[in-house]
């Protein structure tokens, strides 16, 4: 299947500084990708959409300029987590919807590795 | 909303049993359905999906589920487990935009 990738893998700052997390489709241009956090023992919970030339969009409870999101080209999203606290800590997945199936599957998401954020 | 539930939170089999894992999802309308694993340290990956046609669909590793309209339900299945299907298994179901997942399951295979 088509690759993701995400960078860092794990970073860790201290509390009131940004980070920024990126997302790549490696072999497929993805008009859409989307950011999930994932609590241990949890669920991956969607915290937006990401659309390539336009505003993300978030879901509720997720506040958006806690979270920048920007989709500035087919194959890169990035995650901006800003003033980070520890409440922040927490596994950040991306995936990105290939919507022509180049990597083996129309509309198929595929997922990166995530990136593991510690707040201090 | 979308919910979609999976009954076990932690599985633990000895290698060549079967496997069974329950999943039951909320929505009413036309749903996507999804199996994810993730190994230890990896991404997550496709099982297997459902989108239309046969209910019993079969997919990568020897892993199948059932699709049960009427009792909204996705279990996956597998007849033969190995050490290597040690990992996190995740249900999701997509409606018209978003995927949804349930909590994950965690199977631990003993050798």
């Known amino acids: 299947g088509a690759v993701v990738s995400q960078h860092p893998s794990r970073v860790i700052c201290k509390s009131g500084t940004s980070v920024k997390i990126e997302c790549r489709s490696l072999?497929?241009?993805?008009?859409?990708m989307f950011w999930y956090r994932q609590f241990p023992k949890q669920s991956l919970m969607l915290m937006a959409t990401?659309?390539?030339?336009?505003?993300?969009?978030?879901e509720q409870g997720v506040e958006k300029d806690k979270f920048l999101i920007n989709h500035a080209s087919l194959t890169l999203s990035t995650l901006t987590v800003t003033s980070a606290h520890p409440e922040d800590s927490s596994f950040y997945i991306c995936?990105?919807?290939?919507?022509?199936?180049?990597?083996?599957?129309?509309?198929?998401?595929?997922f990166g590795p995530g990136t593991r954020l510690t707040v201090l | 909303a979308q919910s979609v539930s999976q009954h076990n939170h932690h599985v633990i089999l000895s290698e060549a049993a079967s496997l069974e894992l329950g999943c039951n999802y909320s929505?009413?309308?036309?749903?996507?359905l999804f199996w994810y694993v993730q190994y230890p340290g990896q991404h997550l990956q496709l099982l297997l999906k459902?989108?239309?046609?046969?209910?019993l669909v079969k997919g990568i590793k020897g892993f199948e589920a059932e699709f049960i309209k009427s009792k909204f339900s996705f279990n996956l299945r597998k007849p033969s487990v190995q050490w290597s299907d040690t990992a996190e298994y995740f249900c999701?179901?997509?409606?018209?935009?978003?995927?949804?997942f349930g909590a994950g399951t965690t199977v631990t295979v003993r050798a």
């Open positions: 999701a179901v997509k409606d018209d935009y978003k995927l949804s």
């Open positions: 990401s659309n390539e030339g336009s505003k993300a969009t978030y």
């Open positions: 995936s990105a919807r290939d919507p022509l199936g180049a990597g083996g599957g129309v509309n198929e998401q595929f």
């Open positions: 072999d497929f241009q993805a008009t859409t």
């Open positions: 929505y009413g309308g036309t749903v996507n």
């Open positions: 459902y989108f239309s046609g046969d209910p």
